[in-house]
Every structure is written in C-alpha cells, then in structure tokens.
C-alpha cells in the first residue's frame, strides 16, 4: 500500500545508520511495510563497500506483466536515483524482485549523499509508480479506437483494488469505497460530495473532474461482484492528457496510489477533531458545575442526592448524554398523575361540585287528548 512519504522511515535510518558507520559490520535486516512490501538489506565485513538491498513488493495488475519480473521501463526508473551509487544486480535474490548494490565509496558528501540515500530508501514508491505510469502509456490502442473500454484492475492491497479506464479523450479512475464503521461512512460521504462541488467550480477548472455516486459506474460494467459492494459509494476522476504530460505524469500517479490513504487520514482527522470540540464542550460545562458558591454548596449538601451530583460532575461526556437520554426517556414513559400526599383529601374538600336544590317545585303537565279533539 502506498503512503504519502515515499521513502520508508525504517529504511532510510538502516541506510543511514550503515552510511555513517566508520567501521565495517556484518548486518542483516529484515524489514516487513504494509504486509505485503519486503526488504533485506545486508552488509559483509568482508565487503565492506558494497551494501545489498533487495525488495519484494506486489504487482499491480498481472494483465500487463509476463513475469514476477520487473520491466525494462521500471528497471530505468531504479537506475535514475543515482548512476554511480545504485547498481541493479541480475538474476535478483530468491524470493525477491529486485536487488541492488549500493556503493557508498562513491556517495557524494554532504547534503547531497542524505538525497541520495532518501531517494533510495523510496524505491518502493518508485516500482508502483512506473508501474502505473507504463500501463496509462501502454494500454492496446486498437481497443480504445473500436470503443473497447476494459477497465483494468489494480490491486496493491487487498482490500483497496481500483480501476482505470482508458479512453480516446479522457483515463477515467474508479475507486470503490469501503468503510468499516457507520461514522466513517457518514464522514466520507459528506467529503466526497463537498469534492465533487469544489473540483467542479471555476477556481480548480484545471483540476481533475471528480464524480461520486453511490451505485457503480457504467465503465465497471461485468466486474466482479465482491468488487463493486461498497458502502461508501464510487469516486471517479476523469485524467486527460495536460494531467500526464512531462512532470505531471509522476505526481498524478502518486496521488492516485494515494487516494485511500488520503481519504483514511481525513476521515481519522475528522473524527478525532469532532471528540476534541465534545471533550472541550464537556470540560467547559464541568468547571461551570465545579464553580458553583459556597452557600450554593451548603444547599446542595442539604440535599438527599448531594453525593450522586458530586459524581455526577466525574461522568464522562458520553456517560452524562446517556444519563440524560435515559432520563428523557423514563419521563415520557409516564402515563400517570403525579401522586400528591394530601391531594384526595384537598380536592374531596374544595373541588367538589356543590349540590343544588330549587324551593319551587314543578309539575308536569299532561295533555288532554280529549280536549285536543274539540
């Protein structure tokens, strides 16, 4: 998986530490990234100019490769860090794609030689890269012109495959997102579409047009699919040619290996900031509790359920909105009167309904059917 520095950290000190390093040492360094992403690096005594280093990385999309070889194209871009000090060793180790050895007897000095050891250290990178980078260039032309648009699928972590679809006009990218939580889903969701209004407006014209939908595309049409079961929704970025001229070619590439990484960081940022505003919203609300005077805190004392308040003010911010959800709660429940002592006796007294008794007193008069027939 791809992360947004791209020379690896463990590396690059194992590197350093072995450059800087007056005496020669046996090493022999086994390092493991993103758990598909291998490096052994060793060091002789009895070689002490010379220190290997191979890699062992995944392959994006085995449609364009014959081999577990790297391509000539890649094997370039490795041999561009540095002339003098990389040398690139065939057949590689067992087990591994590339090996290398690097000659620090010729490592400039000075800032230069940590540049160089940097840009070592981000090989890694650089495989993808030119990986990516070969098959936009790459791809069979007699398709695009007779409309066979067959998406490619990449995959350099399980669980995060992509696809680009190349056209005569546009290499559009399909990305389906995937979220284990129902926060993180609501999170992205609301970023994807503050992206697509952003990307779409005239400030980021010469941006790449950004598409979100929560149904796939009509290009990942016949995929796989466990592919195209997201909870997240699709994004999709529509590359032209102005995007992989020149220099552009290497940093759209990056930012494609880096999408889910970036979209991962963000939600995590997003997350983390909304708990700080809650922890800060919770602790202001505490010291207003905390500075309560003191003939206020004599009365309280006075009350029955003093101590239950003190604790009250210890609860989390989650346990205090759950106390109250659960007070809400019981007193919509209620159905009943509230109960009174006294009140039956009171209402009995006051409330009652007097009896009224008229003196005059009423008869009733029935009419006489013999006098109405005259």
Same mark, same amino acid.
């Given at each position: 998986?791809?992360?947004?520095?791209?020379?690896?950290?463990?590396?690059?000190?194992?590197?350093?530490?072995?450059?800087?390093?007056?005496?020669?040492?046996?090493?022999?360094?086994?390092?493991?990234?993103?758990?598909?992403?291998?490096?052994?690096?060793?060091? =002789?005594?009895?070689?002490?100019?010379?220190?290997?280093?191979?890699?062992?990385?995944?392959? =994006?999309?085995?449609?364009?490769?014959?081999?577990?070889?790297?391509?000539?194209?890649?094997?370039?871009?490795?041999?561009?860090?540095?002339?003098?000090?990389?040398?690139?060793?065939?057949?590689?180790?067992?087990?591994?794609?590339?090996?290398?050895?690097?000659?620090?007897?010729?490592?400039?000095? @000075?800032?230069?030689?940590?540049?160089?050891?940097?840009?070592?250290?981000?090989?890694?990178?650089?495989?993808?890269?030119?990986? =990516?980078?070969?098959? =936009?260039?790459?791809?069979?032309?007699?398709?695009?012109?007779? @409309?066979?648009?067959?998406?490619?699928?990449?995959?350099?972590?399980?669980?995060?495959?992509?696809?680009?679809?190349?056209?005569?006009?546009?290499?559009?990218?399909?990305?389906?997102?995937?979220?284990?939580?129902?926060?993180?889903?609501?999170?992205?969701?609301?970023?994807?579409?503050?992206?697509?209004?952003?990307?779409?407006?005239?400030?980021?014209?010469?941006?790449?047009?950004?598409?979100?939908?929560?149904?796939?595309?009509?290009?990942?049409?016949?995929?796989?699919?466990?592919?195209?079961?997201?909870?997240? #929704?699709?994004?999709?970025?529509?590359?032209?040619?102005?995007?992989?001229?020149?220099?552009?070619?290497?940093?759209?590439?990056?930012?494609?290996?880096?999408?889910?990484?970036?979209?991962?960081?963000?939600?995590?940022?997003?997350?983390?900031?909304?708990?700080?505003?809650?922890?800060?919203?919770?602790?202001?609300?505490?010291?207003?509790?905390?500075?309560? @005077?003191?003939?206020?805190?004599?009365?309280?004392?006075?009350?029955?359920?003093?101590?239950?308040?003190?604790?009250?003010?210890?609860?989390?911010?989650?346990?205090?909105?759950?106390?109250?959800?659960?007070?809400?709660?019981?007193?919509?429940?209620?159905?009943?009167?509230?109960?009174?002592? #006294?009140?039956?006796?009171?209402?009995?007294?006051?409330?009652?309904?007097?009896?009224?008794?008229?003196?005059?007193?009423?008869?009733?008069?029935?009419?006489?059917?013999?006098?109405?027939?005259?």
């Amino acid at each position: 998986m791809a992360c947004f520095e791209r020379a690896s950290p463990a590396l690059k000190e194992i590197l350093l530490r072995l450059y800087r390093d007056e005496r020669a040492i046996d090493a022999d360094h086994h390092l493991h990234e993103f758990g598909s992403v291998e490096y052994y690096i060793q060091s =002789l005594v009895s070689d002490p100019d010379h220190t290997y280093l191979s890699i062992s990385t995944p392959i =994006l999309s085995q449609a364009f490769l014959v081999s577990t070889r790297l391509s000539p194209y890649t094997i370039q871009k490795v041999k561009a860090i540095s002339a003098e000090v990389v040398e690139i060793i065939d057949p590689p180790k067992e087990g591994y794609q590339l090996t290398i050895r690097l000659n620090f007897a010729r490592m400039p000095h @000075g800032k230069e030689s940590i540049k160089i050891i940097r840009d070592i250290a981000a090989v890694q990178g650089v495989i993808l890269s030119s990986q =990516l980078e070969e098959m =936009l260039m790459n791809v069979n032309s007699q398709d695009v012109a007779q @409309g066979m648009y067959k998406p490619i699928k990449l995959v350099y972590h399980p669980r995060e495959p992509f696809y680009v679809i190349k056209q005569p006009q546009k290499i559009t990218a399909v990305f389906p997102m995937r979220f284990k939580e129902k926060t993180d889903v609501i999170i992205a969701t609301a970023f994807f579409q503050e992206l697509m209004d952003v990307a779409n407006t005239k400030a980021c014209a010469k941006a790449p047009h950004c598409i979100w939908s929560p149904i796939p595309p009509p290009e990942l049409r016949g995929e796989a699919i466990e592919d195209l079961s997201t909870n997240g #929704g699709f994004v999709s970025f529509d590359i032209t040619s102005r995007h992989i001229e020149g220099k552009r070619l290497d940093k759209t590439v990056w930012n494609l290996l880096n999408f889910y990484a970036f979209v991962k960081n963000h939600v995590k940022s997003t997350r983390g900031f909304i708990q700080r505003r809650m922890r800060t919203c919770l602790k202001s609300l505490v010291e207003v509790l905390q500075k309560t @005077g003191p003939q206020d805190e004599q009365q309280i004392q006075e009350v029955k359920g003093y101590k239950r308040m003190k604790k009250l003010v210890k609860f989390t911010k989650f346990k205090i909105i759950r106390y109250r959800s659960d007070f809400t709660s019981k007193l919509k429940r209620i159905r009943s009167r509230l109960k009174i002592h #006294g009140f039956n006796r009171f209402r009995r007294k006051w409330l009652t309904f007097p009896i009224f008794s008229s003196k005059t007193k009423y008869r009733k008069l029935e009419k006489d059917i013999s006098l109405q027939h005259n």
